[in-house]
C-alpha cells in the first residue's frame, strides 16, 4: 500500500500521468549571501506535484523548508533552476499561491472579516459585484466556522481562531496551491486535531492543491498524499517521498488501528530518527 | 492596553445576561436591578478618581502660589506676587473673551488666533512630515541621504528660523507659518519612519502575497502599522509647535498670544506677562492631551501589533 518512491519523483509522475503536473520544482539551488560568506541552504530540489493532491514537507529544524515554500511563493527567488506554476516561472508573489503563514499574520487594526475582505477585494475587484465579494467572504468565514465573530479584532480571538481566519483569508483567494507554514504549530492539541479535521473536510471539498509544512509525523500522515521528507542542511535536499496511499475520507481513531497508516508513520519517523538524525553542529 | 479596553464591557454585557437568565420567571425586574446597581458604583467610583487626579495637583499648585508670594513679598523683589497680579491683571484672569477695543481685548481671543496659526502650520507639518517619514522609513537610499539632514536641521531653535524665512517669504504671515511648521516637522518624519521600520515582515509578506499596489500597501498597511508611532511625533510635534508660537508672533504682531507676552515685556507689564504665560501652558497642556486621546482612539484594537 505505501510506496516509498526515488528521490526524484517527477520521473515517476511523469510515467503515470500523461497531463502536466501543476507545480514543477525544477533543480532548484538556494544559498543566503552576506558579504563575503554564501550559505548554501538548498541543493538540488526537485519536485513535482498534481492538480489536488496534498503534500507535506517535513524535516529537522532549520533545514530549509520555510525557504523551500517561500521560493515557491515568490517571497525569495531561486539562486539556480526554476519554479514552474502551469508552465510559467514563478518569479513574483501572487494570490495564486496564498500563504497561510506560522503565526496567522492577520492585520490587527482590521476586524475578522475585514482581513478575508481585503483579499476578497483585491483578488475579485473586477471579476464579482460588491454584493457577492461580501457573500463570497461569509462563505469562507463560514467554511472554517468564523461566521459569529466577522466583527471581532484578532487581538479578541483565540489562537486557534486566528489560524482558522489565516485559513479562510487564503481560500477565499481561490489559490492554485495553497502554503502553509506550520499552519498548526503554535496550537494545543486538542484545538490542532480539531484544525486539522476542518482542512481535511475543506480539502475533500474543494479539492484544493496544498503543500504544508509540518513537524508533526502523524499530521503528515494523516493529511498528505504525500509526504516529502527533507535531509538536513547545510545543502538540504529531498531524501525521501511517500506515498501515503490511505483512503480519504480519514478518521483519526479508525487510523490508528489501520496497518497501512502505522507503516507509513514508522517509515516517516525511521527516516528523521534513523537515517538522518538530527546534528546539533548544523543548526 | 486598548485590547483590554475594548473587550471589557463585552464581558461586562455577558455576565449581566447570564445572571438575568438565570433568574428567569421574574426577568425583567430582575434585568433592571443589577444594571442599576452597576451604573451607580461605577459612578462613584468615577467620582473617587477624579478626586484622586484633581486634588493632588490642585494642593501643590497652592502650596507653590503661597512660597512665590513670600519670596516676592520683599521690598527688593522683581517679579510681581501673585496678589499684585490678581490685583494689577484681573481682567485677564476672570475674563477671556471681554473686547474694549481693538488692542484691549481678552486671552481667549488671542489664544484662538494664535491657534488658528499653530493649526495651520501644524496640518502642513503633520501631512508633509508623514510623506516624507514614510519615503525615509520605507527606501534605504533615502534613509541615508536624509537622515543626517533632518538630525542636523532638528536642532536648530524656533527663533534661528525667523530671519531667514523672512528673507525668504518676504511678509510676516507666512514666515510665521512656515515657523511652526519646521519646528512640528522633524519629530514627526523621526517617528514615523522608525515605525515604518518597525513594521514586522509578515504585513510586507501579506501585502506581497495580495500583490497590494503602492498607494494600497501607504493606506492599508502603512499608516495602519505604524499609527502609534505617528502619533507619539504627532504629540511631539504639537507641542514644539506650540512653543514656537512666541518667536513666530514676534513675526506677525496683531493679536496673538505671543505677540502680546512681547508688547507686555516692552510696556513692562510682568502680571500680564505671567497670565499669559499661564494661558499658554493650559493651552498647551490641553494641545498635547487631545492629540494623545486622538491616538488612543485611531489606534484602538492594535495593541497587539
Ligand atoms: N534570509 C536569510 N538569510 C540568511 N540565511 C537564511 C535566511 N533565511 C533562512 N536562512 C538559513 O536557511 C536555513 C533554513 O532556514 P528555514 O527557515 O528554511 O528552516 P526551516 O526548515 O523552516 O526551520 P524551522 O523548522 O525551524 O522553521 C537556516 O540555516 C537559516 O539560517
Ligand atoms: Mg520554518
Given at each position: 500500500m505505501i510506496a516509498p518512491v526515488s528521490p526524484r519523483p517527477h520521473t515517476f509522475a511523469q510515467a503515470t500521468l500523461p497531463n502536466r503536473p501543476l507545480l514543477k520544482i525544477d533543480h532548484v539551488d538556494k544559498s543566503f549571501r552576506r558579504g563575503n560568506s554564501t550559505s548554501e541552504v538548498l541543493k538540488d530540489v526537485s519536485l513535482t506535484i498534481e492538480k489536488g493532491e496534498y503534500v507535506s514537507i517535513i524535516g529537522?529544524?532549520?533545514?530549509?523548508k520555510s525557504t523551500l515554500l517561500n521560493l515557491v511563493a515568490g517571497l525569495t527567488q531561486v539562486t539556480a533552476g526554476a519554479i514552474l506554476l502551469e508552465d510559467r516561472e514563478v518569479n513574483r508573489p501572487g494570490p495564486d499561491r496564498a500563504v497561510v503563514f506560522q503565526n496567522h499574520s492577520l492585520l490587527p487594526w482590521l476586524t475578522v472579516y475585514d482581513n478575508v475582505r481585503l483579499a476578497v477585494d483585491k483578488v475579485f475587484s473586477t471579476i464579482k459585484s460588491k454584493t457577492d465579494r461580501h457573500a463570497w467572504t461569509m462563505h469562507n468565514l463560514d467554511l472554517v466556522q468564523m461566521g459569529h465573530a466577522k466583527?471581532?479584532?484578532?487581538?479578541?480571538?483565540?489562537g486557534g481562531m486566528k489560524q482558522r481566519v489565516g485559513i479562510a483569508r487564503a481560500l477565499s483567494m481561490e489559490p492554485k496551491v495553497l502554503l502553509m507554514d506550520e499552519?498548526?504549530?503554535?496550537?494545543d492539541a486538542l484545538t490542532r486535531a480539531h484544525l486539522q479535521d476542518t482542512v481535511m473536510q475543506i480539502h475533500t471539498r474543494l479539492g484544493n492543491t496544498a503543500i504544508m509544512i509540518t513537524h508533526d509525523v502523524d499530521e503528515a500522515v494523516l493529511l498528505s498524499d504525500r509526504i516529502v521528507m527533507m535531509t538536513n542542511g547545510?545543502?538540504?535536499?529531498?531524501?525521501e517521498v511517500l506515498e501515503v496511499k490511505l483512503e480519504r475520507p480519514r478518521d483519526r481513531l479508525e487510523l490508528a488501528t489501520v496497518p497501512a497508516y502505522l507503516a507509513a508513520r514508522e517509515s516517516v519517523l525511521k527516516f528523521l530518527y534513523e537515517r538522518h538524525r538530527f546534528v546539533e553542529a548544523v543548526a | 492596553m486598548a485590547a483590554t479596553a475594548s473587550s471589557a464591557p463585552f464581558v461586562d454585557a455577558s455576565v449581566t445576561t447570564a445572571s438575568a437568565s438565570a433568574q428567569a420567571p421574574a426577568a425583567k425586574v430582575v434585568h433592571a436591578l443589577p444594571v442599576a446597581k452597576r451604573r451607580s458604583r461605577l459612578s462613584w467610583e468615577t467620582v473617587g478618581n477624579f478626586f484622586a487626579t484633581v486634588v493632588p495637583p490642585l494642593i501643590v499648585v497652592a502650596i507653590l502660589l503661597l512660597v512665590w508670594e513670600l519670596a516676592s513679598?520683599?521690598?527688593?523683589?522683581t517679579l510681581p506676587a501673585p496678589s499684585r497680579i490678581w490685583l494689577e491683571a484681573r481682567d485677564l484672569i476672570v475674563d477671556p473673551f471681554f473686547v474694549n477695543g481693538p488692542q484691549d481685548i481678552g486671552l481667549g481671543w488671542r489664544i484662538l488666533t494664535s491657534l488658528q496659526r499653530v493649526a495651520i502650520g501644524f496640518a502642513l507639518a503633520a501631512a508633509c512630515g508623514i510623506m516624507l517619514g514614510c519615503l525615509v522609513g520605507q527606501s534605504d537610499w533615502a534613509m541615508r541621504g536624509l537622515d543626517p539632514i533632518f538630525q542636523m536641521l532638528r536642532?536648530?531653535?524656533?527663533?534661528?528660523?525667523l530671519p531667514i524665512s523672512l528673507a525668504a517669504f518676504r511678509d510676516s504671515a507666512p514666515s510665521a507659518i512656515f515657523v511652526i511648521f519646521i519646528t512640528a516637522i522633524w519629530p514627526i518624519i523621526i517617528n514615523t519612519a522608525v515605525g515604518i521600520r518597525n513594521i514586522p515582515q509578515d504585513y510586507r509578506n501579506v501585502a506581497a502575497v495580495l500583490q497590494l499596489n503602492p498607494f494600497e500597501f501607504f493606506r492599508r498597511i502603512m499608516v495602519p502599522a505604524a499609527a502609534p508611532y505617528i502619533f507619539t511625533g504627532l504629540r511631539i510635534g504639537v507641542g514644539l509647535s506650540w512653543l514656537a508660537i512666541v518667536a513666530a508672533e514676534m513675526l506677525t504682531g496683531g493679536v496673538g498670544v505671543g505677540f502680546f507676552i512681547w508688547d507686555a515685556w516692552n510696556s513692562s507689564k510682568l502680571s500680564d506677562i505671567v497670565v499669559a504665560l499661564a494661558y499658554i501652558g493650559v493651552v498647551g497642556f490641553i494641545l498635547d492631551r487631545a492629540i494623545a486621546a486622538l491616538g488612543n482612539f485611531a489606534t484602538r484594537g492594535t495593541a497587539a501589533a
Open positions: 529537522h529544524s532549520g533545514c530549509g466583527d471581532k479584532r484578532p487581538a479578541e480571538i483565540s499552519p498548526f504549530g503554535a496550537l547545510p545543502a538540504a535536499g529531498i531524501g | 513679598s520683599g521690598p527688593k523683589a536642532t536648530v531653535p524656533p527663533l534661528a528660523w
